[in-house]
């Protein structure tokens, strides 16, 4: 069919036509979000699952509600190397300079403005090019101990914003890679702001081990934070996934070949989009049937193989390949330690150290206790149709 009205949607954080099964984290969201206007305390929320399931696409989607209903959003994706409050400097002066306008906000402003610029100074933050031009307030935010300064910035930025009649929200996605510091930073940022009903909220996304993290950082973490699951989509969110774009469109899908392609996504987000989208442009009738499913397979598979799985493999040394690898040769995970150990020859305490590396890139977590699985859907069958080309 034309693929210039092809309604599929393949790639990170893409919004996909029919969000479908979504709708009880969305509202959940949206509750949030209005009682934050209110200063009525309100969780924040920290969405967990694999790769691909559509957590940035959630991301989105808040800020977007957020913004509707009068709140100020800052939006940051953890990298890997730069500290927390590197990324929060800029986008904290562009919240305050927007609130610095409205007339009633106008003192607070000022005072979380000279607390930014305290906090610039403890951490020697660069400033890139914007400029800060109030004085530093002494004794505030400018200890140099994260723990404490964090709290301060965020009291005054709350502050600010309740004197606006606004709120404030903040939303970071890949969260796994902040570092422990930052992370128990921003927590005890958030239970401060809590605690004084300040209208400031919190949305992250992240890979499974971040409640594990979260909890390692701050024990209270488990009362401050929601973690809505995001998984892969029931048989009947992700028929609708598919079925509905479809129809919008003005054409139609017959049921077994609906049926072909939960089969094999198995209700996984990335991949219905990536389904659809191949099998869209195969079809030559504006019926989708079964035969062109099939059709479809082949393509399908090598955009995933060459897109969305392989960025993820080439993140890793031959080393740390090796033991994937053994991983998928031992079926469907999770998998013990031990018996990756055994696979390789080694025993599970001289592999410790690589298989932390690899949790420490996102490729794969730890469920339960000596247990690992990967955090990309279905990477051992990747590996497996792959394995003459990778090693
Ligand atoms: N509820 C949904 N229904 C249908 N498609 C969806 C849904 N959520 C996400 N998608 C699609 O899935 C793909 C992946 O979404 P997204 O990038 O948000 O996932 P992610 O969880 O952030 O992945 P990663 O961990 O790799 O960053 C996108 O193409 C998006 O359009
Ligand atoms: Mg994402």
Redesign the pocket.
Known sequence: MDPVRNPF????????R?????QAIVEDARVAIERAMLCKPSRSQIFL??????????LNTVEHMATERGHLTSSIEAPENKSLGEQLLPRIHQVLRKLSIIENAKGKTFDAMRALKSFAAAFRLEYGDMTISVDPEVGVADSGDLENDLPELFVRVGDAAKAAGKAWTLLI??IQYLSEKDFAALIASLHKTSQKDLPVLFFG?G?PQVAALSGDAKSYSERLFHFPE?GA?SDK?AIA?IRQPILDEGAMIDNDALAEIILKTRGY??F??EWGHQTWNLASDNKITLKDTQQAEATTLARLDQGFFKVRFNRLTPKEREYVIAMAQLGNGPYRSSDIADALGETPQSLGPRRAQIISKGMIYSPSHGDVAFTVPMFNEYLLRNLANLS
């Open positions: 949607a393949p790639g990170a954080g893409r919004r996909p029919e969000l479908a099964g979504r699952g694999l790769r691909g399931v559509g957590k940035t696409v959630l996605d890949e996304a890979l995001v989509l969110d996934a987000p990335y219905l989009q």
